[in-house]
């Protein structure tokens, strides 16, 4: 039996505490929100977690929405229900024996909660942590493709690359 995992995210409260997306949220708030789900979409797709992120409705007033972006699923909380309110209740919706939910907040109270109800947290720090380090080596992986993309596909013996080496300094 494989365990699934999940990574909820309170995405207003990450977006509080990490510095870019925080001095973003000041100038654009809706770009931070897609910063964020960006970010969240590559570590799904590093982690192999399945990512939802979560907000708060009180910015964004109405019935619950839910969308995907990049495959990670955003919910926008109904009118009068908190981030923490719909973030306690997923817990105890994907909880079973073969699952694994960690909880991204630094939000104390909130951690609580959500260990109460079997979840793991993981703090704004951590996960920030976590996200430099996957996109190093996202950098490092895209790097080593452009290499091997600007070597030559066709193997030579030692003998013909001297040869080619010594025509391309115009030696004979």
């Not at 699934?4 to 207003?12: A, E, K, N, P």
């Not at 699923?73 to 719909?86: C, K, P």
């Not at 600007?150 to 025509?167: M, P, V």
């Amino acid at each position: 039996m494989r365990t699934r995992q999940y990574l909820i995210v309170d995405g207003y409260n990450i977006i509080g505490a990490w510095p870019e997306l925080r001095g973003l949220k000041t100038s654009d708030f809706a770009k931070a929100r897609d910063l964020l789900i960006e970010y969240m979409a590559e570590y799904q797709g590093s982690t192999g977690h399945q990512v939802i992120v979560v907000f708060d409705a009180h910015l964004s007033p109405g019935t619950e929405k839910k969308t995907k972006n990049y495959r990670v699923e955003v919910i926008f909380t109904r009118e009068n229900e908190t981030a923490d309110e719909r973030i306690e209740r997923l817990v105890g919706e994907l909880k079973s024996i073969d699952t694994r939910i960690y909880v991204a907040t630094s939000d104390s109270t909130e951690q609580w909660q959500i260990f109460g109800k079997g979840a793991l947290r993981k703090s704004a720090r951590e996960l920030k942590n976590e996200m430099d380090e996957i996109q190093k080596e996202i950098h490092v992986s895209v790097g080593e493709r452009k290499r091997r993309q600007n070597t030559s596909s066709i193997h030579l013996s030692d003998e013909i690359a001297e040869i080619f080496e010594r025509w391309r300094r115009g030696q004979k």
